[in-house]
C-alpha cells in the first residue's frame, strides 16, 4: 500500500521536482508581443542599447556603400530602387523579428519554442536541446535551422542555413557562413528583449550587435493573417519601384 | 584559382544584397512614390475596398466638377495596421460615398495613399499609425 502511495505521489511531483532539481524556473514566453519602442519618460532599463556599428570587410563595405547613395539619390528624385520587399517576398532571420508594427507570436513547449511574425506569416521553429548540425549540411533558406537551450532564464537561439539572397540586417550582405544567435531574456514580467548577434566570418569584421524590446500585447490580442496576393507594386525595366493603377 | 573563386563569391554576395536593401521599418515599401507633403481630397463613389495585403485598396471614381468621372487607386495600409486605427474588412462597401484625404503619387497619375477617410455615417479613419522607426535596426 505505502508504496501504492509512494509511486503515485512520485508520477504526480517527479515534473516539479525535475525543474526544482535543475535549479531554474523558466520563464514562459508564450504570448504576443509587440515591438517596445520606450517613449519619453519610460524606464530606461526597459529600452533596447544602442545597436553595435556595422563594419563590412572593405570588399563589401564600398557597394554596400555605393548602393546606399544610389538608394539616397532615388529617394531624392522621388524613385524607390528595387528590393525585396517590393516583391513582396519574406523577411526570413533575423529581420523577420522586427517588421515595422507588426507583433510576434511566441508557443514555448519544452521541446521547440516558435516564433511567428504577423507580417507575412514566417514561421521560426526553434528546436530545444537538439545539437546543431554544420553550416553546409543545412539546405539554405530563409528561416535555416534553429536551435535552443536555455542559460538560466535566457533562450539562446543558434540559427544557421540563411541563403545569401535573404534580406539582411540593415541590407548588409551575407555569406552562407552566416550565423545569428537570439537571446531571448524577459527583463520584466511584460518586457521582452531579444539581443540579436550575427557572425560572419567571411563579409563582417566583427560581429553584429543589436537588441530588439518586445512588449506583452493584450491577452485577447489575435494574430491576423497576412499573405501577399494583392501586390500592385512593380519593378519596371529601370528598376524602379512602380504602383500598378487599376483602370476603368 | 582560389582569388577567382574569392572574387565571385564577392559579386555573388553583393549582387545578393542589392535586392535584400529592403527596410524593415515597412513592411512593404516606403512612400517615396507618394508626395507626402501635398494633400488632396476627392469625393466620390467606390467601386471596390480591397481587404488584402501587403495593403489595402480603395478604388473610387471620382466626378469633376463638370460631371467627368475619374478613376483612382487608393493604397492604404495592410489590414493589421488598419485594424490598429479602427478599421475593418467591412468598414465601408462599393457603392458607399466617400470622402478621402490622400497623398497623391508624385507621377501625377490617379492614384495615392490615404491619409484620412469620412465615411458616410460621418465617422473619420485615418490610415493606421504613423510609426516611428523602432529603436533597432535602425536605418541611415
Keep these: ?248 | 584559382m582560389r582569388i577567382l573563386h574569392a572574387k565571385r563569391l564577392q559579386v555573388a554576395l553583393v549582387a545578393a544584397a542589392i535586392l535584400a536593401l529592403a527596410s524593415p521599418v515597412w513592411a512593404h515599401h516606403s512612400f517615396t512614390m507618394f508626395d507626402m507633403t501635398k494633400r488632396i481630397t476627392l469625393n466620390g463613389t467606390i467601386t471596390s475596398f480591397e481587404w488584402t495585403n501587403p495593403h489595402a485598396y480603395i478604388e473610387i471614381d471620382v466626378p469633376d466638377e463638370k460631371g467627368a468621372v475619374k478613376h483612382w487607386s487608393i493604397e492604404l495600409g495592410s489590414p493589421s495596421i488598419l485594424m490598429q486605427s479602427g478599421w475593418k474588412f467591412n468598414s465601408i462597401k462599393a457603392g458607399d460615398k466617400l470622402t478621402l484625404i490622400i497623398n497623391p503619387l508624385k507621377s501625377g497619375q490617379n492614384g495615392g495613399f490615404l491619409s484620412q477617410a469620412t465615411l458616410p455615417d460621418g465617422k473619420t479613419l485615418n490610415n493606421g499609425p504613423r510609426q516611428e522607426p523602432p529603436p533597432a535596426p535602425t536605418q541611415k
Design chain 1, 1 to 248: 500500500m505505502n508504496l501504492k502511495i509512494s509511486i503515485a505521489a512520485l508520477l504526480v511531483f517527479a515534473p516539479a521536482m525535475l525543474q526544482a532539481q535543475s535549479g531554474v524556473n523558466r520563464p514562459d514566453l508564450t504570448g504576443v508581443w509587440g515591438i517596445y519602442r520606450g517613449g519619453p519618460g519610460s524606464d530606461a532599463t526597459f529600452r533596447p542599447p544602442p545597436p553595435a556599428p556595422l563594419v563590412l570587410k572593405p570588399e563589401y563595405d564600398k557597394p554596400y556603400q555605393e548602393r546606399r547613395a544610389r538608394e539616397s539619390a532615388a529617394a531624392q528624385r522621388g524613385e524607390q530602387l528595387d528590393n525585396t520587399s517590393a516583391r513582396c517576398i519574406p523577411y526570413g532571420v533575423p529581420s523577420m523579428m522586427s517588421i515595422a508594427v507588426y507583433p510576434i507570436e511566441i508557443i514555448q513547449t519544452s521541446k521547440q519554442v516558435t516564433i511567428i511574425s504577423e507580417a507575412f506569416s514566417e514561421v521560426r521553429r526553434v528546436y530545444m536541446d537538439r545539437p546543431q548540425w554544420k553550416i553546409e549540411d543545412v539546405a539554405p533558406g530563409y528561416y535555416g535551422r534553429s536551435v535552443g537551450h536555455w542559460e538560466g532564464d535566457t533562450l539562446v537561439v543558434d540559427t544557421v542555413g540563411i541563403k545569401p539572397t535573404v534580406s539582411g540586417y540593415r541590407g548588409m550582405p551575407h555569406s552562407p557562413q552566416m550565423r545569428v544567435t537570439d537571446r531571448l531574456r524577459m527583463v520584466s514580467p511584460e518586457i521582452l528583449h531579444d539581443q540579436i548577434t550575427i557572425e560572419d566570418p567571411v563579409v563582417l569584421e566583427k560581429p553584429v550587435v543589436y537588441t530588439l524590446a518586445f512588449k506583452r500585447m493584450p491577452a485577447d490580442y489575435e494574430m491576423v493573417e497576412f499573405v501577399c496576393d494583392n501586390n500592385r507594386e512593380y519593378v519596371d525595366e529601370k528598376g524602379i519601384v512602380r504602383l500598378k493603377l487599376h483602370e476603368k
